[in-house]
């Protein structure tokens, strides 16, 4: 992008500049063309100007026509001048006498003479012009025509101040097209050597300034990306390697810290982890320990009969109280990375059978039916059955909270070639779309749910430990879990 913006400048400036400079150098060419024409019009002007009053002066010259010999005055050495250089082709140039108002048609004036002479009197010292007839360009040139005092001798008319001007005009095509190749020739030789001197900026730019740049762009990209061994190799003698020398500096400082500060974070939650766990192991052991003792006392006033109904409020409160604190026990452990399976060969359908007769007062009391269907009476899995059976357990009392009074749950069980899949399906309101994705997080619940929000969470990473999956899937008919794992029942 850099780069780009100091192209794009820099071929703005070039342009600017050389165009400023080709029409100011044509400009100088015409003008100097121009004057180099002024010049020779005027010498040729001087020159008719002198020969006339030395003619003047003589009174007249006597030339030899053939055998006899005719005076000329200076109007006919003018008129003869230009007639012999048409005749001969000796010189390109026209000359004529153009007065106001003549008595001799030939000194009549066109319109660019009659322009001049309106400028002669009023004091313009010549008047020039580049006119185009028949296609060819014409340089037209007027000064004032002079008379000495013999002149009225013969011209007497003079005397009234009649103004007049010697008009002179030659071809000046080839002057012009001279121009125009030369032109030409800057034209290209210009934009050759500005493009070549912008090819050489932009060569050292990018050597000089993008290169360097990019060298610390790619390091500060490594950066972000948490690299900090990263070093800029720039070792010029300017002011990239000082700043290349310090910028390394500064990233091995940081990377020092970086490290200095990750081994005391680690440190700090290594101590935090400890006491956690302490804390917690602590406080379940305190918390079963009147919960056994309740739980024994309620089992002896169940034996003898005594206390009905409140035993059994007693009992399930219990239990409930009892998997609670086993799940906060067995999220301790999960986020501690102590998570330990005790795997043995597990009967899949056996152990489902556990689990839904365990919750099957609850189901009584909402009137919600468990159907199972299996493809085997026995499928066998390696796993933990402890913690394979509270993970199925959890998410069939999910189902049972958010089932309808006669509802229906139905548990399908089937074996594949690989892997073993438990489905699980309610007829509930279903989990709304916003929550979908959040029901695995610790301590995730909607308003309506109870509990700490822990059996999920457990349920995903027990699967997980054991090299399975599991899914939800939920609409307004209701949700259903998929769990998947692995048949690996013959592994040692």
């Given at each position: 992008m850099l780069k780009a913006k100091i192209t794009v400048l820099f071929v703005a400036v070039f342009i600017t500049l050389w165009g400023f400079f080709y029409f100011w150098n044509t400009r100088i060419q015409e003008h100097t063309l121009v004057e180099n024409l002024k010049h020779q019009a005027e010498g040729i002007y001087h020159t008719v100007l002198l020969t006339r009053h030395w003619i003047s002066e003589k009174n007249g010259i006597y030339v030899k026509d053939k055998k006899n010999y005719r005076l000329i005055t200076p109007s006919h050495f003018v008129a003869k001048l230009t007639h012999y250089a048409q005749k001969q082709s000796v010189l390109p140039y026209y000359i004529k006498i153009a007065v106001q108002n003549p008595k001799n048609p030939n000194h009549t004036p066109d319109s660019f003479e009659k322009e001049a002479l309106k400028q002669l009197e009023n004091g313009k010292k010549s008047v020039w012009s580049i006119e185009k007839r028949d296609g060819h360009l014409l340089f037209r040139f007027a000064a004032p025509l002079k008379f000495k005092s013999e002149c009225t001798n013969c011209h007497s008319n003079m005397r009234e101040k009649k103004t007049g001007c010697i008009s002179i005009w030659f071809p000046v095509d080839a002057a012009f097209k001279e121009l125009r190749h030369s032109k030409a020739y800057m034209f290209g030789y210009t934009v050759l050597s500005v493009g070549a001197i912008l090819l050489v900026l932009l060569f050292w730019i990018h050597r000089l300034v993008i290169k360097p740049l990019n060298t610390f762009i790619d390091a500060i990209s490594e950066i972000e990306k948490g690299?900090?061994?990263?070093?800029v190799d720039i070792t010029n003698n300017d002011e990239w390697g000082v700043f290349a020398k310090h910028f390394n500096i500064m990233i091995q400082t940081i990377n020092s810290h970086q490290k200095e500060l990750e081994t005391k974070v680690k440190e700090a939650t290594q101590k935090l982890q400890k006491v956690y766990e302490e804390f917690f192991a602590n406080i379940t052991h305190d918390l079963k320990t009147p919960i056994t003792a309740i739980k024994g006392a309620a089992d002896i006033l169940a034996r003898k009969g005594e206390g009905e109904p409140y035993t059994?409020?007693?009992?399930?409160?219990?239990n409930r109280l009892s998997l609670l604190i086993d799940d906060i026990i067995e999220c301790t452990k999960l986020e501690s990375g102590s998570l330990e399976l005790n795997l043995e060969v597990v009967d899949l359908v056996d152990l489902i059978?556990?689990?839904?007769?365990?919750?099957?007062p609850l189901a009584d009391e909402k009137r919600v039916r468990i159907i199972c269907h299996t493809t085997k009476d026995e499928i066998l899995l390696k796993a933990d059955?402890?913690?394979?059976?509270?993970?199925?357990?959890?998410?069939?009392?999910?189902?049972?909270?958010?089932?309808?009074?006669?509802?229906?749950?139905?548990?399908?069980?089937?074996?594949?070639?690989?892997?073993?899949q438990v489905e699980v399906k309610d007829q509930g309101p279903g989990i709304p779309s916003q929550y979908r994705d959040l029901v695995f997080n610790k301590f995730f619940k909607d308003k309506n749910s109870k509990g700490l929000g822990l059996g999920l969470t457990i349920a995903?990473?027990?699967?997980?430990?054991?090299?399975?999956?599991?899914?939800?899937t939920s609409d307004s008919k209701g949700t259903k879990v998929v769990i998947k794992l692995p048949c690996n029942r013959h592994e040692a």
């Open positions: 690299n900090y061994d990263i070093k059994s409020i007693i009992r399930k409160n219990i059978t556990e689990v839904i007769f365990s919750v099957k059955p402890t913690k394979l059976y509270r993970t199925i357990a959890n998410i069939l009392d999910n189902a049972l909270k958010f089932s309808p009074e006669n509802g229906e749950i139905e548990i399908d069980v089937s074996e594949a070639n690989d892997y073993v995903k990473a027990v699967v997980e430990a054991h090299g399975g999956s599991i899914e939800i």
